[in-house]
């Protein structure tokens, strides 16, 4: 079996078991998350921050984005466009974010561009990771395509309970010291 296909069936595997978890998990998980990441040196310093928009069964990071806007901070969400790219986009407010790609919450059109080097703070996404900093992802390759050319500080937010042993990788993936669950 391919570390592709190794990757599609542990995917697989994931998907069911976040399937079978309350909804509940996530919202407590993503509040004991958000608060560990807005005690970090990392956040306090960091005067732009890159952060998924959570939506389903993912670590509710909508607090965390909240408390960026309120600290003053600039901070910017993904928006997703074909072929597996994604824009970095600043908002000013969580009313501006509105379904798109996927029905993810995402940023208007014609908000504001940053580049990857303007952020000091990236929070990453996964389906799963393990304690050393291997992510899988949900495989369109988004963010491994940003965190290709990212260099600043990022935190890979998992849910202990989607935390795993080992987690198959290939030469595009990139891995994230920076593991923080609940």
Same mark, same amino acid.
């Given at each position: 079996?391919?570390?592709?296909?190794?990757?599609?069936?542990?995917?697989?595997?994931?998907?069911?078991?976040? =399937?079978?978890?309350?909804?509940?998990?996530?919202?407590?998980?993503?509040?004991? &998350?958000?608060?560990?990441?807005?005690?970090?040196?990392?956040?306090?310093?960091?005067?732009?921050?890159?952060?998924?928009?959570? !939506?389903?069964?993912?670590?509710? *990071?909508?607090?965390?984005? =909240?408390?960026?806007?309120? !600290?003053?901070?600039?901070?910017?969400?993904?928006?997703?466009?074909?072929?597996?790219?994604?824009?970095?986009?600043?908002? *000013?407010?969580?009313?501006?974010?509105?379904?798109?790609?996927?029905?993810?919450?995402?940023?208007? =059109?014609?908000?504001?561009?940053?580049?990857?080097?303007? &952020? !000091?703070?990236?929070? &990453?996404?996964?389906?799963?990771? *393990?304690?050393?900093?291997?992510?899988?992802?949900?495989?369109?390759?988004?963010?491994?395509?940003?965190?290709?050319?990212?260099?600043?500080?990022?935190?890979?937010?998992?849910?202990?309970?989607?935390? =795993? *042993?080992?987690?198959?990788?290939?030469? !595009?993936?990139?891995?994230?010291?920076?593991?923080?669950?609940?």
């Amino acid at each position: 079996m391919t570390v592709k296909e190794q990757k599609q069936a542990l995917r697989r595997q994931i998907w069911a078991q976040i =399937q079978d978890m309350p909804l509940s998990y996530f919202s407590d998980a993503g509040a004991a &998350i958000c608060r560990r990441i807005l005690e970090t040196e990392a956040y306090r310093k960091a005067r732009t921050v890159f952060c998924f928009v959570s !939506h389903g069964k993912e670590p509710d *990071t909508h607090p965390l984005l =909240q408390s960026a806007l309120n !600290h003053g901070k600039i901070l910017c969400v993904p928006l997703c466009r074909e072929g597996g790219r994604m824009e970095i986009r600043q908002i *000013t407010s969580l009313s501006q974010l509105a379904p798109g790609a996927y029905n993810i919450p995402e940023p208007p =059109q014609d908000a504001p561009i940053l580049s990857t080097s303007a &952020i !000091h703070l990236s929070l &990453i996404p996964c389906l799963a990771a *393990t304690k050393d900093g291997k992510r899988l992802g949900k495989g369109g390759g988004y963010y491994d395509r940003f965190l290709a050319g990212y260099t600043g500080d990022a935190f890979l937010l998992c849910p202990a309970d989607l935390l =795993q *042993t080992d987690i198959p990788t290939e030469s !595009h993936d990139v891995l994230i010291p920076h593991v923080v669950t609940e």
